[in-house]
């Protein structure tokens, strides 16, 4: 099968080369998923998973991507609730080889069934935007209707998210990005819109949440801002700064079936809309995901035309 591969960290992106690889074989309560479209965040290259397997041995060359949408074309022992044929979309391994690839080999319990009606380069842009935004809000930062959340980064892929799944709940959401991204936050539902580049983060009030996906100096600014018994919660890592009276959660998102099916359900509806910037094929993905110009919304790799 075709597949994308990185072999040396130090190269990055730069490293990534089309080339032939096996076909995956499944393991008990596996599926094997034709993908028809996969996800790429570029931060992969920095995740210790991309490079060595849960014993901490070296798995180059490695095939990167985690979000997929694809059909399923095998099931391994013991697997159930997923059949032969049927749409999925979800979140590959994080220490196994990835989703930019004709094929991939997924636990059963990271998919979820893709309703009819979402094509295979929208469902492969929702997994780990729509999770960590969902898992961000609800479960570990508690949002309750009437609440302010300040959401870093609302133009990008989850930032859009986070700021229609806030304001869908009843908060009322501050985002924040460069001066170039106020209309595109404001577009995704932002309430107000914060420059970063150009305003001052402590002339906004205090807030109930912090969606973090910055850290540095903006999380020690936003940590200030929170409310007394509010949560700061981020995706970068251990928080360098917490709140006066309040949590500081970081976290890594899961996988959850029932949670990707509330998330597509908004999508059928029209209650959530994805982040898509560029769409390339699997034979130009090297290039689309070597951008010379910034980019904005996610790239999706279309795997199958």
């Known amino acids: 099968m075709k597949a994308v591969v990185v072999s040396d960290q130090a190269a990055g992106l730069a490293g990534m080369t089309l080339t032939e690889r096996p076909e995956p074989t499944t393991a008990i309560n596996d599926v094997l998923v034709q993908v028809h479209a996969s996800g790429f965040v570029p931060t992969e290259l920095e995740w210790p998973s991309t490079w060595t397997d849960r014993g901490g041995h070296d798995k180059t060359p490695s095939i990167p991507g985690h979000e997929l949408a694809g059909v399923v074309t095998g099931i391994g022992y013991g697997t159930t609730g997923l059949s032969v044929g049927q749409r999925v979309f979800g979140i590959a391994d994080w220490h196994r080889d990835g989703t930019l690839a004709e094929y991939v080999a997924v636990e059963a319990r990271n998919l979820a069934p893709l309703p009819g009606d979402i094509n295979f380069t929208v469902g492969a842009s929702l997994p780990i935007s729509g999770l960590t935004a969902w898992q961000g809000l609800f479960q570990h930062g508690r949002l309750q209707a009437g609440q302010t959340v300040l959401a870093h980064g609302a133009a990008g892929?989850?930032?859009?998210?986070?700021?229609?799944?806030?304001?869908?709940?009843?908060?009322?959401?501050?985002?924040?990005?460069?001066?170039?991204?106020?209309?595109?936050?404001?577009?995704?539902?932002?309430?107000?819109?914060?420059?970063?580049?150009?305003?001052?983060?402590?002339?906004?009030?205090?807030?109930d949440l912090v969606f973090d996906v910055i850290g540095g100096d903006i999380q020690k600014?936003?940590?200030?801002?929170?409310?007394?018994?509010?949560?700061?919660?981020?995706?970068?890592?251990?928080?360098?700064?917490?709140?006066?009276?309040?949590?500081?959660?970081?976290?890594?998102?899961?996988?959850?079936r029932s949670q990707l099916g509330e998330i597509a359900q908004r999508i059928r509806d029209g209650r959530l809309r994805t982040n898509i910037g560029d769409v390339a094929s699997l034979d130009k993905a090297t290039q689309a995901l070597n951008p010379t110009t910034r980019r904005s919304g996610k790239t999706i790799i279309r795997v199958r035309p």
Not at 232 to 250: F, K, N, Y
């Open 157 to 207: 892929a989850v930032g859009t998210m986070v700021t229609q799944l806030a304001r869908e709940a009843g908060a009322h959401v501050i985002g924040t990005g460069r001066h170039a991204d106020r209309e595109k936050a404001i577009t995704f539902g932002a309430h107000e819109f914060l420059d970063l580049e150009n305003d001052t983060l402590h002339d906004i009030g205090q807030v």
């Open 221 to 256: 600014q936003s940590a200030a801002l929170i409310k007394s018994g509010g949560t700061l919660v981020s995706v970068v890592g251990p928080a360098e700064a917490r709140p006066t009276d309040g949590l500081a959660i970081d976290f890594v998102v899961e996988a959850d």
